[in-house]
């Protein structure tokens, strides 16, 4: 996996999620889900806390997913699957893949501490947190992440008025084996990660960026092209964290050299959750974008 | 073998003896001495276990359940609000069928703070599912962790082993520990019906709709309702599942015979004290003290609390005279909680007893033998007058 990338036409065919399930069309979860397990393989087992995906998996006794899943509390994920993890190990198994798969609010919100604490375990597993910015399956109320200025069902009249919290950041604190963010828009560069990911002992975090058109008011067509968007206007990054070292992913590298990088308005426009947001707020918002990137030039050129 | 050693330590070698693969845990106290021993027994490489000092009780119990859900034999213990932080999770194992064994180290619940004994915290998680054990010495607490992973395994339902704080678990009495491959000729390895793993592909605890609902192949499968009454009707039968397994036990070992409640000097007696935990041993000095008076007392000391067993009371205290309750827990607003079940399960028999109700011993309040006596003695004089408010014991005035 570390010579070959991962492309449309080498990526298996072999398929861990059966189609028809309950996800919603255009959703960005659905298509990391089809391409995460791809690369994840059948000697795993999946913990889930209650997000999209519990009911994306279908309901007793159907089941979209068809590799092992453990369903369990809110705040659990990463406890659970250290307990998975120390019972593979009790039996003497070290093939079987854990994989936590949680999204932004059982992650950022209800789940860190348990993720923390894992962490500073230093157990063996990957976790992946899929970011869609709000608590979709209760009906979008904001999140930890939630960006500022988004319209959710509980800021719905000036959209969010706190900054996101900078989740793959607050993990690298930890120094845990491996940290990557990804998004849905670039489900290869996903598929290389877990595959890498996976090569590594300790804990190995993954934050996915993955549009959700329900949540988000967008088109169910324009799911990649929103989630490019973030990556290309450079507000969402791509990158990984080995050793300390950050180091940006192509997507993402590719906007160090480039003359001009489209406004992040360009992103924000098409979604009806920032509709609240001020020109004032998006020139700041623009701001902090450039400054994050002249910081990028100065240290990686 | 006879060790003299704590509570805590009696409860350590149980778990040690049965062979837990997985332990997690999280500093409460009174039950820190019985996770820091089996931490000792992990590092110095007596008991082959992963020991995972987690971040919270929460995830104490969250580590159990993927571990029990992946094929190893789990293990936690807590105490008072360290089991209530944890008490999504007691309803989830449960619910989940995992067997599964945890020692609660009876305390009091704050606010206010008490580090002190009493068993609101357990009473409280009467309603979560698990089947509950009290012990009342150490010899018991050993024996009761050991026959619980049995029972846990046999009915895949979780078993909380309960023991009071400081009067047990951290005092010192002589107990017998029993040779390990005895155990192991009592207690099979950790087996599951349903583990996790790769080999047969399975979604666990997947949201289940109000309604039945067929398979792919057309075969109905049960709804909620019918899952959760199906845990029901599984407790209820682990009453007799727990009495074939402790005379299995004493067949082995020599000692048990009374896994639902020790009757002491019940036979002919007129009044019959009815108490969970360590509180029965000084109940026991009271009815000693009662009979020199010719008053014909006796004790019904429970073990087991949850499943309820009314068939049981109802046969053993119907035609009695008067019962009193004691309990160190209470439903605030309406009565201690046993003293509820006890009069329920009453309810139906021809020959019903009065019934008393004292409250004691909360957040560590001090009680003597004398406050057993006197009670038995004041239900007695007070005679079949309806008393629906509990009394009592101890309070300031």
């Known amino acids: 996996m570390k010579d070959q990338k991962t492309t449309a036409l080498n990526l298996t065919d072999e398929e861990f999620v059966y189609p028809g399930n309950r996800a919603c069309a255009g959703c960005g979860l659905s298509m990391l889900y089809r391409v995460g397990l791809k690369a994840i393989g059948r000697d795993a087992i999946l913990i889930v806390p209650p997000s999209c995906l519990t009911v994306m998996q279908g309901l007793y006794p159907i089941s979209s997913t068809q590799l092992s899943v453990l369903n369990v509390t809110f705040a659990s994920a990463a406890s659970a699957a250290s307990g998975v993890r120390a019972a593979l190990r009790a039996q003497k198994n070290d093939h079987t893949r854990v994989v936590a798969w949680a999204g932004d609010g059982g992650t950022s919100d209800i789940g860190i501490q348990a993720l923390s604490g894992a962490i500073e375990r230093g157990e063996d597993f990957l976790y992946i947190c899929y970011d869609n910015e709000a608590y979709m399956n209760t009906g979008v109320q904001r999140s930890g992440t939630t960006p500022r200025g988004a319209v959710t069902a509980n800021t719905a009249i000036h959209g969010k008025r706190e900054r996101s919290k900078d989740l793959p950041t607050i993990i690298a604190a930890h120094s845990p084996a491996y940290v990557a963010s990804c998004s849905a828009a670039y489900p290869t560069d996903f598929h290389d990660k877990i595959s890498k990911a996976l090569s590594l002992k300790g804990l190995k975090y993954i934050h996915v960026h993955a549009p959700c058109p329900s949540g988000w008011g967008i088109e169910e067509r324009l799911t990649v092209t929103v989630g490019k968007l973030a990556v290309e206007t450079g507000l969402y990054v791509l990158y990984e964290i080995e050793d300390g070292e950050m180091k940006l992913s192509p997507p993402s590298a590719r906007l160090l050299t480039k003359k001009k990088i489209p406004p992040v308005s360009d992103y924000l426009g098409p979604q009806r959750r920032f509709k609240a947001l001020s020109e004032a707020v998006i020139e700041k918002l623009q701001q902090e974008v450039d400054a994050k990137w002249e910081t990028y030039r100065s240290q990686m050129m | ?397």
């Open chain 2, 1 to 397: 073998m006879f060790v003299f050693e704590s509570g805590n330590v009696a409860a350590a070698t149980g778990v040690k003896l049965a062979r837990v693969q997985v332990i997690a845990a999280y500093p409460i106290t009174p039950q820190t001495p019985l996770t820091e021993k089996l931490s000792e027994y992990v590092d110095a490489e007596e008991l082959e276990a992963e020991y995972v000092a987690v971040e919270s009780e929460h995830s104490a119990l969250a580590v159990c359940i993927g571990a029990s859900s992946a094929g190893a034999r789990a293990f936690t213990a807590t105490s008072a609000n360290g089991l209530l932080y944890m008490s999504e999770q007691v309803h989830w194992t449960a619910g989940a069928r995992l067997p599964m064994v945890m020692c609660v180290v009876n305390r009091g619940i704050g606010a206010p703070w008490s580090v002190w004994n009493d068993h609101q915290d357990s009473i409280s998680q009467r309603d979560a599912g698990w089947i509950q054990i009290y012990a009342k010495d150490h010899q018991e607490i050993l024996d009761t962790v050991i026959k619980a992973f049995r029972l846990s395994q046999e009915i895949c339902i979780p078993v909380m082993v309960c023991y009071d704080g400081y009067y047990l678990s951290h005092t010192y009495m002589p107990f017998e520990v029993p040779e390990q491959d005895q155990v192991d000729a009592f207690l099979p390895p950790y087996e599951y019906r349903h583990t996790l793993g790769p080999e047969n592909p399975t979604s666990l605890n997947t949201v289940t709709l109000p309604g039945g609902r067929p398979d792919i192949h057309g075969n109905f499968a049960p709804g909620y309702m019918e899952i959760r009454r199906c845990l029901h009707l599984e407790l209820r039968q682990a009453i007799e599942v727990y009495e074939r397994i402790d005379s299995e036990f004493k067949a082995m070992f020599g000692r048990g015979g009374n896994p639902i409640a020790e009757r002491y000097l019940c036979d002919d007696a007129e009044y019959v004290a009815v108490a969970l935990g360590s509180m029965s041993n000084q109940i026991k000095d009271a009815v000693d003290e009662l009979r020199d008076e010719g008053l014909k007392a006796g004790l019904l000391a429970l073990s087991l609390y949850r499943p309820f067993p009314s068939e049981f009371i109802a046969s053993e205290l119907s035609g009695r005279r008067g019962v009193i309750v004691f309990e160190k827990a209470l439903s605030p607003g309406n009565s201690g909680a046993l003293f509820g079940d006890t009069r329920a399960a009453l309810y139906e028999c021809t020959s019903r007893p009065f019934l008393r109700n004292y409250i004691l011993g909360l957040g560590g309040r001090s009680y003597k033998t004398s406050d057993f006596s006197g009670a038995i003695r004041e239900s007695v004089e007070a005679g079949p007058e309806p008393c629906d408010q509990p009394s009592w014991i101890g309070l300031n005035r």
